[in-house]
Structures are given as C-alpha cells and as structure tokens.
C-alpha cells in the first residue's frame, strides 16, 4: 500500500496560519509516503508569501515527509507585468522547487508533476505539446504494478464545479492531453483550482479520456472557502489489485479529522465506486460524479 495526501490551493497570503499549523501537524502524525501539492501555493505570488509557503515546505522537508508540487496560476505575478511576462515563476523556482515537472518513484508509486499555469491566461490552465511528450515518456518504463499519478493545478478537462453540475472551461489542448494521458496508462489525475473536493471515473465525465480517475482537492489553507466547504485535503491510499480509497481530512475548527470516504475498484475498463464507502456529518467533503 501506498498513502499520498493530496493538498491543493493554499494560498499563503490569504490562509489562516492554525489551519497551516494544523495541516502541518497532520502531516507530520500520520506521515503519508509522499505529499504532493498542485498548486496556488501563494495568493498574489509576492516574496513574502512565497517565503512562507517555501517555510511550510522546509518545515516537511525536515520532518522527512517527500513533496512533489507543481505551480498554479496563482503563483504567477497579476500585478507585476514585466515578472509576469518575461520571468512567471522565477520566484516559485527560487522558493518552490525549481523543477516544474517534478517526478517522484518509489515501489509501488510513480508520480509526475505537469506545470498548467501560464502568463497569458489570468486563470485558465494550458498544457504544452513537449509536456504531452513527456507523459509519454516519463511513465513508459514504469513496471506494470505501480501506481501511475500525474498532478497538475488545472483539471486537464472540465469540471461538474457549480451546484448544478455546470461544466468548467476545459485546460488548454485538452483532448490532447487526454490522450497522452490514455498512452501513459495513467491510474489517478490529482488536480485542485477550484477549491472542491470531487472524485470520478474519467471514462465516466470525457470519452476517450482513458483509464484515469479523476481526484480533486479542496482548499487546504485558505480563506477563500467555497461551495459551503471548510479547508481540507485528501488522503488517497492505493492497494494491490487497483483498489484505491480517499478520503477527505477537513479543519473542524481546531483539528484536521477524517471525514468522508470513498473506495474505488478498476474493473479493467472503468473506476467503479465499491459499497464500503463512509460518510461523514463533520466534513461531508468528497463528493462522486454520481452525486451531482
């Protein structure tokens, strides 16, 4: 078995430091195999949030958690146009990692990191054709029983995101990532955004989107709370025989606590819900596409 805590949008800036310190010590506890964070790790991509966000990450880094993040649009200067044009993430480099297609393999994990965020869209993620390559190439000699993650800020297709089920703008080349990802053999796309915890079957939301499924995470730190949800972010354990589970840990004021739970089975095809999945009154959270 494999543990990755997946925390998306943390957006130092506009956080709230007890729930960084809270995630923080979660973190530390419970001592997942691998952190992986996709994205906005600052609100406005100033120094000073920056140097908090690289504080947070030192501070894993010394308690010997492994990272692998990736950039989110927010993390590239609004205000400052000559950054924002000429040097995007000279500072997310600096402090972040300056690696923006990490990668991460360990025996039963392979896991890479894909950079959406862009200087000429303000909110909109968009994927390169080298990257598409690289997904190629990247997972083309993973042996066949690991697990195979790719992370990115932006979801590389659009979302089920407003109460209605009402679909998001998709990633720039979007159906060409898709089939990227369909090549690699990719198992599970962890992506954030829009601050919402979600979890479905790819073939289920996109055809020909290949055997994926789709997790996104909350909002882990922020303030910038939507849909009614509180800060939280997932715990996704994978198992032999393509059984994964999530489950979502939400701030219930004073602690991250374990809230819902849902467990997936790959039949070879699709992802399908299995019957043992738990909910929660504290932090109902994780929602599946057969919710909406």
Same mark, same amino acid.
């Given at each position: 078995?494999?543990?990755?805590?997946?925390?998306?949008?943390?957006?130092?800036?506009?956080?709230? !430091?007890?729930?960084?310190?809270?995630? @923080?010590?979660?973190?530390?506890?419970?001592? !997942?195999?691998?952190?992986?964070?996709? /994205?906005?790790?600052? $609100?406005?991509?100033?120094?000073? $949030?920056?140097?908090?966000?690289?504080?947070?990450?030192?501070?894993?880094? &010394?308690?010997?958690?492994?990272?692998?993040?990736?950039?989110?649009?927010?993390?590239?200067?609004?205000?400052?146009?000559?950054?924002?044009?000429?040097?995007?993430?000279?500072?997310?480099?600096?402090?972040?990692? @300056?690696?923006?297609?990490?990668?991460?393999? $360990?025996?039963?994990?392979?896991?890479?990191? #894909?950079?959406?965020?862009?200087?000429?869209?303000?909110?909109?993620?968009?994927?390169?054709?080298?990257?598409?390559?690289?997904?190629?190439?990247?997972?083309?000699?993973?042996?066949?029983?690991? &697990?195979? #993650?790719?992370?990115?800020?932006?979801?590389?297709?659009?979302?089920?995101?407003?109460?209605? /089920?009402?679909?998001?703008?998709?990633?720039?080349?979007?159906?060409?990532?898709?089939?990227?990802?369909?090549?690699?053999?990719?198992? #599970?796309?962890?992506? %954030?955004?829009?601050?919402?915890?979600?979890? @479905?079957?790819?073939?289920?939301?996109?055809?020909?989107?290949?055997?994926?499924?789709?997790?996104?995470? /909350?909002?882990?730190?922020? &303030?910038?709370?939507?849909?009614?949800?509180?800060?939280?972010?997932?715990?996704?354990?994978?198992?032999?025989?393509?059984?994964? @589970?999530?489950?979502?840990?939400?701030?219930?004021?004073?602690?991250?606590?374990?809230?819902?739970?849902? /467990?997936?089975?790959?039949?070879?095809?699709?992802?399908?819900?299995?019957?043992?999945? $738990?909910?929660?009154?504290?932090?109902?959270?994780?929602?599946? %596409?057969?919710?909406?």
């Amino acid at each position: 078995m494999a543990r990755i805590a997946h925390l998306s949008d943390l957006h130092f800036g506009a956080h709230d !430091p007890a729930v960084v310190a809270g995630a @923080e010590a979660w973190l530390v506890a419970e001592r !997942p195999d691998l952190v992986a964070i996709s /994205g906005d790790f600052t $609100q406005r991509a100033r120094r000073g $949030q920056y140097r908090e966000a690289g504080a947070f990450l030192a501070r894993l880094a &010394t308690a010997g958690l492994n990272t692998l993040s990736v950039p989110g649009n927010h993390d590239v200067p609004l205000y400052d146009v000559v950054m924002r044009f000429v040097r995007p993430l000279h500072r997310y480099r600096r402090f972040i990692d @300056e690696d923006l297609c990490p990668w991460f393999e $360990q025996d039963n994990l392979a896991v890479l990191g #894909i950079n959406t965020a862009r200087s000429l869209t303000f909110k909109d993620g968009r994927i390169s054709r080298e990257q598409m390559a690289l997904i190629r190439e990247r997972f083309a000699g993973v042996p066949a029983g690991r &697990t195979r #993650i790719l992370v990115t800020h932006h979801p590389l297709f659009a979302m089920p995101i407003g109460e209605a /089920g009402e679909p998001s703008e998709a990633v720039g080349r979007h159906g060409e990532a898709l089939a990227a990802v369909a090549d690699a053999g990719v198992h #599970i796309l962890l992506a %954030g955004h829009f601050h919402r915890s979600f979890a @479905e079957s790819a073939r289920r939301m996109v055809k020909n989107a290949g055997p994926a499924l789709v997790i996104q995470a /909350g909002t882990a730190t922020s &303030t910038r709370l939507r849909h009614g949800e509180k800060q939280s972010f997932n715990l996704i354990e994978t198992h032999k025989n393509r059984i994964v @589970e999530v489950a979502v840990i939400g701030w219930d004021g004073g602690t991250f606590r374990a809230g819902n739970r849902a /467990g997936y089975r790959f039949d070879g095809e699709n992802w399908q819900a299995r019957a043992n999945a $738990q909910a929660s009154d504290r932090h109902p959270g994780l929602r599946r %596409g057969d919710d909406r």
